[in-house]
């Protein structure tokens, strides 16, 4: 709990408050913030101030957690060895080094015998593919890193008590108008068991309120439900299944107790929604084995439930009704089906637009902007920007697999358009809270709007898909380590390079070692110890200006099979030495999950000023079973990568201009001041209200 407190917030938590005896306590905080410091991290001056009125021999294990818990967050906590030891100096021609390789093997007797005649498999070389220097070796073979003021500090402020900040973050997951990633719903059960006892008051997102919801099934509490479908998720949940529902869960045996939570939850949901049973009729099917409805007859609307299952009950859902209307014409009744369903209007209105709905459906969508979810609101007005010039249509999955195509829709009318974004601006604004005085650092303006979490995993430094920012220094490098679970394991970082028109590719890879601007560090083909694989781009001298790192799946595990697996970047001036992984110069670090056999994180791009600037993709190819390479799916990354980039995101920029408006348009009464940027800084008078990328999603209106 304590690590997830650090991680995710960046705060330290202290539970005793010492009792202000000078003693070694300050040494060791001192000590303490010396070390953090090697790896980029350093302590406020309240935290230090706090831990020096601790007992020392109490800051020491405070301290050896924290660190440690610092160094998994940055990478550190592993040693990043490199194939080859002087990397990035002396990398070898990639024909010589096969050659090489080659000449070697044939004048091994030994060696020579294992090939094969006719067939020489360049892999199985004696040589190639495993560490052929220690970690010690490689370390002797550096210098020590020059520190520079431009290097990564992260401070780490003074938290509550452990309790008080696990309270704190469990509210703002469980409260998340958008859905959560992976990482962060398991998060956020942890956090529902240690804060049992705190139920928070609005918990939009279904999946979230699952998670609290198998609490309340523990406890032998009523569920919170809505729907039918929230009742599966909760028994998903409760088998150690996928709450999104996206994969079928062995369901477990239930106590009678349960059986009886459960069922009392579906009977008090109204007949008109059954027809989501529909959806996920063959775990219906499951669950009523599991639930024996027969054996309570009270619940006899729940028992319906498995009857539209089983099809002896007929049952249609709301979509499916309008997807009929629609067929045959009946704009009119699709829209008066939707008004019920105000979400799921806005969500089709740009269909009902095209279908000829004229003003009956722009007044109906401003009747349902005022009761539709702020987030719905929010990728709404994200969408309908985007119709204004259109660009290549992106669809992306909750597992961050991603298709382009050309968009052949026809076009909306300009009037229309025009009058529905106005709208949906002032009831944006209207939501938005009072930000009284208003204080946003410009590096946070280009950041996207979290309106889904699901396809990021949370780590350093990570921003939502679309988002922009500056990179600093010469040298960009970037890295991937893994580490296999079971067998034998082959990841291989490559990088993509385009020109402007995102055409003329060429690519660094294990097939090429280097360019007049780029190095690889050398290819590994087991990670029974882990493995870490570079990649340098010397900026100033990059002649392509677009760079897309790739992390490729030749054979072995997948992502989310493997012990370990995470990617990142660094940055560094040209003068500075040190080893290949030097944690103060990380700026992103984050684990690589999913099923896809192609990893896309971000994307690299020099402005017509000159810059450089990086945009979060996270997205996956699916890739092929085994043998993935660069060279076989530069088409399609060109193709997704375009489009993501040309795509107008709406961010962080527009909620504070909304934000600015309406501060101005009446002072707070008790003049608090709200602060938007990257980090919070020093100085912020008590009660701020504070929004960084970790909280981001606070200021999602409801």
């Known amino acids: 709990m304590e690590d997830l407190v650090i991680a995710r917030r960046l705060r330290v938590p202290v539970d005793a408050e010492g009792d202000g005896t000078p003693g070694w306590g300050e040494v060791a905080a001192r000590q303490l913030d010396a070390a953090l410091l090697s790896v980029g991290f350093t302590c406020s001056p309240a935290l230090l101030d706090r831990l020096a009125r601790l007992p020392g021999e109490q800051v020491i294990d405070l301290g050896l957690r924290v660190l440690a818990a610092v160094r998994r967050l940055v990478g550190d906590h592993v040693e990043h060895n490199a194939y080859f030891a002087d990397f990035p100096r002396n990398v070898p021609d990639t024909l010589e080094f096969w050659a090489g390789l080659l000449r070697e093997a044939m004048l091994d007797p030994v060696a020579a015998a294992r090939l094969q005649p006719g067939t020489l498999n360049l892999l199985d070389l004696p040589r190639y593919g495993r560490y052929q220097h220690t970690y010690a070796d490689l370390l002797a073979a550096h210098d020590e890193l020059i520190p520079l003021a431009r290097d990564r500090v992260t401070v780490l402020e003074l938290g509550g008590s452990l309790r008080d900040e696990a309270r704190e973050l469990y509210f703002s997951l469980a409260g998340s108008e958008v859905p959560l990633a992976a990482e962060d719903l398991t998060a956020l059960r942890a956090l529902a068991a240690f804060c049992a006892g705190d139920r928070p008051e609005h918990v939009p997102v279904r999946e979230n309120r699952a998670v609290l919801n198998e609490v309340r099934l523990v406890a032998g509490q009523p569920l919170l439900v809505d729907t039918v479908t929230d009742v599966l998720r909760v028994a998903a949940l409760c088998s150690g299944g996928d709450v999104t529902l996206a994969t079928p869960t062995r369901l477990r045996s239930f106590r009678r107790a349960e059986r009886r939570i459960l069922l009392a939850a579906l009977d008090a949901v109204p007949a008109a929604k059954h027809g989501d049973v529909l959806r996920h009729r063959e775990q219906w099917k499951r ?64 269909h009902l637009l095209r279908t000829g709905g004229g003003p009956a459906v722009l007044e109906a969508a401003e009747r349902a902007a005022a009761h539709a979810s702020g987030r719905v609101l929010l990728s709404l007005r994200e969408h309908l920007q985007n119709r204004l010039a259109p660009v290549d249509r992106v669809f992306t999955n909750r597992h961050g697999r991603a298709w382009a195509t050309p968009d052949t829709r026809s076009p909306l009318d300009e009037e229309a358009l025009d009058r529905t974004l106005s709208v949906l601006d002032e009831e944006i604004t209207r939501r938005l809270p009072d930000p009284g005085e208003l204080i946003v650092d410009p590096a946070v303006l280009d950041v996207a709007l979290p309106l889904s979490g699901k396809s990021a995993a949370p780590g350093l430094g990570v921003l ?234 606070e200021l999602i209106p409801a």
């Open 464 to 697: 939502p898909r679309g988002s922009l920012s500056p990179v600093d220094g010469e040298l960009l490098r970037f890295f991937v380590y893994w580490r296999q679970a079971s067998r034998s394991t082959d990841y291989d970082l490559s990088a993509l390079m385009l020109d402007a028109t995102y055409d003329n590719p060429t690519h660094i890879s294990w097939t090429s070692y280097g360019n007049d601007f780029a190095t690889y560090s050398g290819d590994l083909t087991d990670a029974a110890e882990g493995a870490s694989e570079f990649i340098d781009i010397r900026l100033p001298q990059a002649t392509q200006p677009i760079v897309i790192p790739q992390v490729h799946i030749y054979a072995g595990e997948r992502f989310d099979e493997a012990a370990e697996a995470f990617f990142g970047f660094m940055t560094r001036d040209a003068a500075q030495e040190g080893r290949p992984f030097e944690p103060r110069t990380v700026r992103m670090k984050s684990d690589l999950r999913g099923s896809g056999r192609v990893a896309l994180p971000l994307v690299f791009l020099r402005g017509d000023d000159g810059a450089w600037r990086v945009k979060w993709l996270h997205l996956h190819l699916s890739g092929h079973p085994a043998f993935n390479q660069v060279e076989g799916n530069r088409v399609t990354t060109s193709l997704l990568v375009r489009s993501i980039v040309e795509r107008d995101y709406l961010r962080v920029g527009y909620l504070a201009d909304l934000l600015r408006a309406k501060s101005s348009a009446g002072s707070s009464a008790d003049g608090h001041v709200t602060y938007i940027g990257l980090e919070a800084p020093a100085g912020l008078p008590d009660g701020a209200r504070v929004y960084t990328p970790a909280t981001l999603h």
């Open 287 to 350: 669950l009523g084995e599991r639930l024996h409805p027969h054996e309570y007859p009270r619940f006899s609307r729940a028992a319906q439930v498995f009857e539209v299952a089983r099809g002896v009950r007929k049952a249609a859902s709301v979509g499916g009704r309008v997807e009929a209307a629609l067929a045959e014409g009946r704009a009119g009744d699709a829209v008066a089906l939707l008004e019920h369903t105000p979400g799921a209007l806005l969500r089709r209105l740009d």
